[in-house]
Structures are given as C-alpha cells and as structure tokens.
C-alpha cells in the first residue's frame, strides 16, 4: 500500500475510533497510525480538513454501496416499505454518525461533484421512487427524488430548527420514523 493509501486508511480507523469527532484528530496522530513522516498529508492532501473530507466520503460511500444488499433485504415488502425502509436507515446513520454526515452533506453542498454521495444517494432511490410511482413519467420521477433527498439533507442540518417550528425531535428514532414517513406521503402524494 503507498504512502497516500496509509494515510487515507489511518484516518479513517481514527475518525471510527472517535466516533467521528474529527477536530479531535492530529495530523501527527494520523501520521503516527500510518506510520509515515509528518509532511506527506499536506503533500499528499493540501491540509487534514481536506483530507478527513476524502475519507468521509469514502465512508459515507461505503454505505451507499451497501443500499444495493438492502434491496435486496427487503424483497418481501412492497414499494413504498422499501423506501420507508432506506429512508429510515438513511436518518438513522445521518443522526448516528453526525459529525461524519454533516462533512459529507456540506461538502456535496458547497462543490459538487458528478458522483458525489448526494448523487449516489439520489440514484439509490430513483428505482424506489419509480416502483411507487410507475404512473410518473421520466421528468417527473427525476425532480420528485430530488426533492426527498434535498428534504432528507435539510432536515438533518436544520434538525434544531424542525424541533422548534414543528416540535418533532428528528433526533428520537420514533419522531424521525413519522417525519420521514410524513415527507414521502407529502412527495409521492399517496
């Protein structure tokens, strides 16, 4: 493994290590993990923020990659459990993992990127929205998607604001399930 794959794998084992409290991360903490000097992450990486951003997303996307093993988990229920079902996994890692998430959704936010976590996100719940919704055409389907996972993002960074507007506690399991299954009755209009 090189020098940048090290460094990359280090600090991913430090931000599960601390439970995703990046500022609590040294560069000499990382470069003492990989075992490498102390200059090759800001030779390799410019800076530990851009850095802790890369493996971040590799973590975020290591999760979209298993939306597809959930899929199939979930054979037996119809369309619209499907979706509640990711949906509520969904929420159920944003909150767990906040400080992870929250890099992650700011950073598609602020430069994105053809095949960013949004956009994976996005495309794992295309094929669930068509399935509740077959009588949607192409355009349609596309916005409506967009709109769930844009609603989904805003909810979890603003989850303090929806508690005082709405009084709905996102960060209670049982709030979230409602609010999430409220949002997609209000988008799939079922």
């Known amino acids: 493994m090189d020098h ?15 439970g995703g409290q990046m500022d609590s991360i040294t560069v000499r ?3 003492k993990k990989a075992n490498v000097g102390l200059g090759l992450v800001n030779y390799h990486f410019g800076s ?7 493996c971040v997303e590799r973590i975020v996307s290591g999760i ?15 369309p619209f ?5 990711l949906g509520d996994m969904t929420f159920t ?4 993992h906040y400080a992870v998430s929250q890099i992650s959704v700011l950073s598609d936010m602020r430069m994105p990127k053809e095949n960013d976590n949004t956009h994976r996100t996005y495309l794992a719940y295309l094929p669930l929205m068509s399935a509740c919704r077959p009588d949607w055409d ?4 596309k916005r409506k998607t967009f709109y769930l996972i844009t ?3 805003q909810a979890f960074l603003r989850h303090k604001v929806i508690m005082q507007l709405y009084g709905i506690d996102l960060t209670v399991p049982e709030e979230r399930k409602a609010f999430h299954k409220a949002v997609l009755h209000d988008i799939l209009e079922v």
Do not use: G, P, S, W
């Open 4 to 18: 940048k794959e090290l460094i990359i794998q280090a600090t991913i084992e430090l931000i599960n290590e601390k």
């Open 29 to 31: 903490e990382i470069c």
């Open 48 to 54: 530990k923020d851009k850095l802790i951003e890369l």
């Open 64 to 78: 979209i990659d298993n939306f597809q093993t959930i899929r199939e988990n979930t054979e037996k229920l119809n």
């Open 81 to 85: 459990e499907k979706l509640t079902y």
């Open 93 to 96: 890692f944003l909150f767990e």
């Open 138 to 141: 192409e355009e349609t389907l």
């Open 151 to 153: 609603v989904m993002q």
